[in-house]
T-cell receptor, first 112, second 110 residues
Framework: EAGVVQSPRYKIIEKKQPVAFWCNPI?????LYWYLQNLGQGPELLIR????????DSQLPKDRFSAERLKGVDSTLKIQPAELGDSAVYLC??????????FGPGTRLLVL | QKEVEQDPGPLSVPEGAIVSLNCTYS??????FMWYRQYSRKGPELLMY????GNKEDGRFTAQVDKSSKYISLFIRDSQPSDSATYLC??????????FGTGTRLTIIP
């Protein structure tokens, strides 16, 4: 069974540029999460989806971040415009509604 | 004060030693307690999961939860160089978001 797939794995952009990350969850997993992991820290939730619905986006900085999961399967997280402080690892996770979340490898973003 | 506190280390021990990793928490509503392992440049991987006070064993790994003290531990017996990674404790209320500790970086010295 394939795990959570994320792309790109690495991204380097200049500040004020837009950037997008893509996630394909494990097949059949209705719940999808985007987490932000800063260096030396644990992941922090940005947004949680149940199928197409964003059920918890309270930690998503909505002035510059947006996310979508149009068909309830794969998801895109966007930052526009990116700031230096956005340099981090963006992790996607999925679950089948149980307590176990499976994480992808993450996208490592560097904003110059 | 953070909801979950974890000693960031780093921690270095010789191969074969017993490793003890610990977290404390302040939110009494946490129901589920996990330990994730994260290798460099990889995503977190679930190691152990429990929801009750007491011990849970899986091979060389033992997870311990003490809800009365709001304290959880992970013990690794007969540590191997392949155990070198960052270990993250995580907790959850219901099936919602995971709240992670900062992670402890562990190195097993051959």
């Amino acid at each position: 069974e394939a795990g959570v797939v994320q792309s790109p794995r690495y991204k380097i952009i200049e500040k004020k540029q837009p950037v997008a990350f893509w996630c394909n969850p494990i097949s059949g997993h209705n719940t999808l999460y985007w987490y932000l992991q800063n260096l030396g820290q644990g992941p922090e939730l940005l947004i949680r989806y149940e199928n197409e619905e964003a059920v918890d986006d309270s930690q998503l900085p909505k002035d510059r971040f947006s996310a979508e999961r149009l068909k309830g399967v794969d998801s895109t997280l966007k930052i526009q415009p990116a700031e230096l402080g956005d340099s981090a690892v963006y992790l996607c996770a999925s679950s089948s509604g149980s307590e176990t979340q499976y994480f992808g490898p993450g996208t490592r973003l560097l904003v110059l | 004060q953070k909801e979950v506190e974890q000693d960031p280390g780093p921690l270095s021990v010789p191969e074969g030693a017993i490793v003890s990793l610990n977290c404390t928490y302040s939110n009494s509503a946490f129901q589920y307690f996990m330990w994730y392992r994260q290798y460099s440049r990889k995503g977190p991987e679930l190691l152990m999961y429990t929801y009750s006070s007491g011990n849970k064993e899986d091979g060389r790994f033992t997870a311990q939860v003490d809800k009365s003290s709001k304290y959880i531990s992970l013990f690794i017996r007969d540590s191997q160089p392949s155990d070198s990674a960052t270990y993250l404790c995580a907790m959850m209320v219901g099936n919602e978001k995971l709240t992670f500790g900062t992670g402890t970086r562990l190195t097993i010295i051959p």
